[in-house]
């Protein structure tokens, strides 16, 4: 059995949720503006998300909602059976199971690429030292950079942060990993290292929502696009129709001018 | 009795000197502690806390050192603590100090993009780690050039208690002064010892800011 498949298979008769995220009429306001109206979103264990939509349309503020990084005004989530509008730890214990990876990768410059990934698992997992540097190993190693753990950030170019940001999130052994735009901020050469880092992760079963508009690895990797407008989920459909056949106005004009801007990324 | 400006006399103001530096040093130490706190109150997530602590740093910023000396000075004694010049003095002088450094930290602080800190509690940090080991890491580089800025101005500060009678560098120039009759010499030798403490740290902080400026543009 590898390492992917006891993270999504379950052994028999433990109660693994079938549901890994339900939000239930999710609203959020920035002060009078309502950045997201009413959102009903599940995601299965194991189902790979892709959120496309115009800029401003609210995809950042949906998947930071899921780890609370920004507070909900009404609504439900629930992660993993947690329930983060329960108070207490949930919130805490969301975070521990959720891995999120952003746009402008936020990793820590001031510590190496091994401190980077063993300080989570140290100060919140509680995990001894030499376990987490064998676990951090073993994931900068499966991003294909297990040479540059002594380095710095800054030492290393766009793609390889982002891979290192991926493991940094990995070595907490999440359940779901939220991904924020991570090719927008990278050089043309280097979002293919990073788009195939994540489709070897979707590929071993783990549950993504991913914010992108890399239309390559939808198609190859999405269970189903979301499309967002206004604060609002517009159509969700499985890749090819949404490509093929978008069933809204909307849907059909932003195709439109994304496939204009972004050249398709060769599988 | 008029008494000749001689050896004596310039050891006693030298020897003074380590009042001052004591007074500076407690001030320091006292006031970066409480700063550090009040800082961190300042760019908490707590509304409550943020507007108390803004009062504070805002009423000590806006009032002069003399007055602050002054109000602790006769506020201790109205309130039973008794007139002690050294007590008032490195109070007054350490909330002083922690207004106008919670000041420059939490400039330091905010000056740390936040996708630092949202990174840290998406990994599942608590407040506490990310402090510790996320944010105040970072502040801490870009705070030594102003915080080493301040302690000058820390330094010279200390000479207002000589007002309320605490006998560090310049109430000494002045009790010397006031027996030689030679204001002239004993205010040069006086301010030449507070230029010879202020002026290293001076050039010590353009260093750092220089270096910094430096780290930077890279
Ligand atoms: N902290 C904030 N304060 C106020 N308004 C905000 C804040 N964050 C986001 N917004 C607003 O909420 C709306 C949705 O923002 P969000 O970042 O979720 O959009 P997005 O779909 O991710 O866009 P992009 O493609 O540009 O990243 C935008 O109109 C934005 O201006
Ligand atoms: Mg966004």
Avoid at chain 1, 174 to 187: C, G
Avoid at chain 2, 47 to 52: E, G, M, Q, S, T
Avoid at chain 2, 175 to 195: C, D, H, K
Wanted: proline share 5%; glycine share 8%; net charge positive.
């Amino acid at each position: 059995m590898s390492a992917a498949d006891d993270r999504s298979e379950q052994p028999a008769g433990s109660a693994a949720p079938l549901i890994a995220v339900r939000m239930q009429g999710v609203s959020k306001w920035f002060g009078s503006f309502q950045a997201l109206n009413k959102i009903d979103l599940t995601v299965r264990r194991g189902e790979k998300i892709v959120v496309c939509g115009p800029s401003g349309s609210g995809k950042s503020t949906l998947i930071r909602c899921i780890n609370q990084l920004e507070p909900i005004q009404a609504g439900s989530i629930v992660v993993d059976d947690i329930d983060l509008g329960a108070g207490g730890k949930n919130v805490q214990r969301v975070r521990r199971e959720v891995g999120m990876v952003f746009q402008s990768f936020n990793l820590f410059p001031h510590m190496t690429v091994m401190d980077n990934c063993i300080l989570a698992p140290m100060k919140v997992r509680n995990a001894p030292k030499d376990e987490a540097i064998a676990t951090a190993r073993k994931y900068l190693a499966r991003v294909h950079i297990p040479e540059q753990a002594d380095k710095y950030p800054a030492q290393l170019s766009g793609g390889q942060q982002q891979r290192v940001a991926i493991a940094r999130a990995l070595c907490m052994n999440p359940k779901i990993m939220l991904f924020d735009e991570p090719t927008s901020a990278l050089d043309p050469e280097m979002v293919q290292e990073v788009l195939d880092t994540m489709i070897d992760l979707a590929e071993e079963g783990m549950t993504m929502v991913c914010v992108t508009h890399e239309m390559g690895f939808a198609r190859r990797v999405a269970d189903r696009v979301v499309f967002m407008d206004h604060g609002e989920i517009v159509e969700v459909a499985p890749p090819e129709e949404f490509f093929e056949r978008p069933s809204h106005e909307r849907a059909r004009l932003f195709l439109g001018q994304i496939q204009r801007t972004h050249k398709p990324v060769p599988e | 009795m008029i008494r000749a400006f001689g050896w004596g006399e310039v050891l006693f103001i030298v020897w003074a000197l380590r009042w001052t530096l004591a007074l500076s040093a407690i001030a320091f130490i006292g006031g970066g502690i409480c700063g550090l706190a009040v800082a961190l109150a300042r760019t908490s997530t707590s509304r409550a806390l943020r507007l108390v602590t803004t009062g504070f740093i805002r009423l000590f910023q806006g009032t002069p050192l003399l007055m602050q000396l002054f109000l602790v000075y006769f506020g201790m004694s109205i309130f039973g603590l008794g007139i002690d010049p050294w007590a008032a003095a490195a109070v007054a002088l350490s909330l002083h100090a922690a207004a106008f450094l919670a000041e420059i930290w939490r400039g330091c602080i905010e000056a740390i993009p936040p996708g630092q800190n949202e990174a840290a509690t998406a990994l599942g940090l608590t407040w506490g780690s990310r402090m510790r080991y996320v944010i105040l890491p970072q502040a801490m580089k870009i705070a030594v050039a102003p915080t080493v800025g301040f302690l000058v101005q820390l330094v010279k500060g200390t000479s207002l208690a000589a007002i309320i009678g605490f006998t560090e560098l310049t109430r000494s120039g002045q009790i010397i002064s006031n027996a030689t009759f030679q204001p002239f010499l004993v205010f040069s030798l006086v301010a030449g010892l507070y230029f010879v403490i202020c002026w290293p740290l001076s050039f010590l902080a353009s260093r750092l800011e220089r270096r910094l400026a430096r780290a930077t543009a890279r």
